[in-house]
């Protein structure tokens, strides 16, 4: 069996965002102002992989002092590196956006809105300026932090991105840091019937740490919404250090029932599904 290091490299660029998957009110045309994209356009759910019972999953799957089943918790590995990113160097950009969503615009002329207030949730001082612009068939954003007492730093464009003006599709550019600015992340995003259809996280980071070319550059994680018993799924594609080659994972299960299945070739060392059941336990597939 493949030790799949890949998986603990990309943990340690762990690089993303808080991820609370709240809804949001954000169809909401607020007296006529410019309508913000879904907060859910920047965070998958990875609820149902998520190892505690307030995950609004079955607390079957949380693990009570037992030795963890292998092909869930395989799975769970392999969202848990994304979902792990969601809540570390980018999580004061991400907490702006949901933020954005307690305050209204002000209109500034020339199909511009801006919104401007105090990040909450952080003990430094972080202040955002969020804008939106209209243009043709698009509205194009921008979101700019700053940054007051220690580390402080000046306005920084921290993510932009556009979306299509019904707010069904669009994507987001996160940069890195203020010390680092360039691009790091990009989501692709698409709403069918008032939630997400699909999302997808692409690395597309130049260099490393090291200033050597990010071997990661391309992976990336998708959850989308499909027809039949196992409604949704993942797809992840990732470089492996050890083969080093990209390898590919298919993950499906229930959004109702908990149970799924997982294709790894790198990892299980053949083509075949293998599943679990409601309580997160290897079964044999059907």
């Known amino acids: 069996m493949n030790n799949w290091r890949v998986y603990g490299i990309l943990l340690v660029f762990a690089l993303v965002f808080t991820a609370s998957c709240e809804n949001s009110d954000d169809d909401t045309d607020l007296d006529n102002n410019l309508a913000l994209p879904p907060y859910e356009s920047m965070v998958i759910d990875f609820g149902d992989f998520a190892d505690n019972s307030n995950a609004g999953k079955s607390t079957a799957l949380v693990y009570d002092n037992k030795e963890p089943n292998g092909n869930w918790v395989f799975s769970r590995l392999v969202v848990g590196v994304w979902n792990t990113a969601l809540f570390t160097s980018l999580a004061v950009p991400v907490a702006s956006f949901k933020s954005s969503f307690a305050h209204s615009p002000v209109d500034l002329g020339d199909n511009l ?13 972080y202040t955002a300026r969020l804008t939106g612009e209209v243009t043709g068939e698009e509205v194009l954003w921008n979101m700019y932090i700053t940054k007051v007492g220690i580390g402080a730093f000046g306005e920084f464009l921290w993510f932009s991105g556009s979306s299509n003006m019904d707010g069904n599709s669009g994507h987001w550019i996160l940069n890195e840091s203020p010390e680092k600015p360039l691009a790091m992340l990009r989501i692709d995003w698409e709403r069918s019937n008032d939630e997400i259809g699909n999302i997808r996280y692409t690395w597309v980071r130049e260099l490393d740490e090291q200033e050597n070319d990010d071997l990661f550059k391309d992976s990336y994680l998708e959850y989308g919404l499909q027809d039949g018993p196992l409604n949704a799924y993942f797809d992840a594609h990732a470089y492996d ?16 029932t ?10 299980f060392q053949d083509e075949e599904w293998h599943c679990w059941d409601a309580n997160g336990d290897d079964v044999q597939c059907e």
Do not use: H, K, P
């Open 258 to 267: 908990y149970l799924g299945r997982v294709r790894a070739v790198d990892y």
């Open 113 to 125: 809105w801006q919104w401007t207030y105090s990040v909450d949730g952080f003990t430094s001082e």
């Open 241 to 256: 250090e050890n083969t080093e080659v990209f390898s590919d994972i298919r993950i499906e299960w229930s959004r109702d």
